[in-house]
Each structure stands twice: as C-alpha cells, then as structure tokens.
C-alpha cells in the first residue's frame, strides 16, 4: 500500500509501487530526474563490483576492467526511461558479457574445453539488497522533492 502526500511520500509495502505511481503522473522529465538518480547509484556499486571481483584476479585483468568501466553508458528514452549498458562504441561490451557469463575455452584441436565461470557482477550488483535500498532510497529522496516542488515548498 501506498500514499502520496502533500508533504511526504509513505511507502507501506514496495517502494516499486510508489515509483510505479510517480511514473504515471509525473512528466516524462520528473520520471527522467528519478531515474537518473537511482542509475546513478546502481552505476557507482556496478564499477565497484567490476573493479573488485570474488573471484581471483590477474594483474593484466585490471585495465580489461577500467575499459570496460570506461564503456559504461547511460541513455535516456522519450518516456523518462534510462538504461545502463555497456556501449559498443567501446568495443570492450563483448569482454563484459564474457566475463559476467563466463566461458567455454574452444581450440582448433578439440577438447577436452575448459569452462571459465563468470564473475556475474551485473546479477550481484542487481540482487544486493544494499544496493536495492540505496536506489530505493535516492529515487524516494528525488520523488518527494518533486512533489514538493509541485505544492510549492
């Protein structure tokens, strides 16, 4: 359940549903603005799990990883909508979908074929309940100063 206030947001349930409320009253650019916010965040845990794996790292894996963290793009569609991914500009968004996927290691001889795993950062950054809060909670945060905004305070 949820409720929209004049003066406050009251999230009693998913903050999803309370966003989800926004979306369909607020302009395109006020759902633009939220949204930014809440990329912003998911980005900044994104490049820290890129840059900081559980698995163990090589010295030559580092600047595959600061390429891929320099491809990172962000675009904004006409409804408000953004969308984190990786560019292909950069050519380096094949290398991130290896290494959060993982891998067969094929030859020209045949097996038997190695299989590298994945590092699955995205999936990590997606399921972390620190980051969820944080996006939930920066998203919030920007979708009350809008309402105020809109009352006049």
């Known amino acids: 359940m949820w409720l929209i206030m004049a003066s406050e947001i009251i999230v009693k349930g998913k903050t999803d549903d309370a966003l989800d409320v926004l979306s369909k009253v607020g302009t395109p650019k006020e759902r633009s603005k939220v949204n930014h916010a ?4 998911f980005r900044k845990n ?3 799990n890129i840059r900081n794996p559980d698995v163990g790292r090589k010295d030559s894996d580092i600047m595959r990883r600061e ?5 990172l793009t962000t675009t904004t569609e006409g ?3 953004v969308i984190i991914g990786f560019s ?3 050519e380096k968004a094949y290398l991130a979908r290896f290494m959060n996927d993982g891998w067969d290691s094929k030859n020209q001889y045949g097996g038997p074929y190695r299989h590298n795993p994945g590092e699955h950062f995205w999936e990590k950054t997606e399921n972390d309940d620190k980051t969820k809060e944080a ?6 945060k920007i979708a009350k100063e809008i309402l105020d905004e809109r009352v006049g305070r």
């Open 38 to 41: 809440g990329m912003r965040v």
């Open 88 to 90: 292909k500009k950069g």
């Open 79 to 81: 409804a408000g909508r």
């Open 67 to 71: 390429k891929m963290i320099d491809t």
């Open 135 to 140: 996006v939930s909670k920066v998203m919030r």
């Open 46 to 48: 994104l490049e820290d």
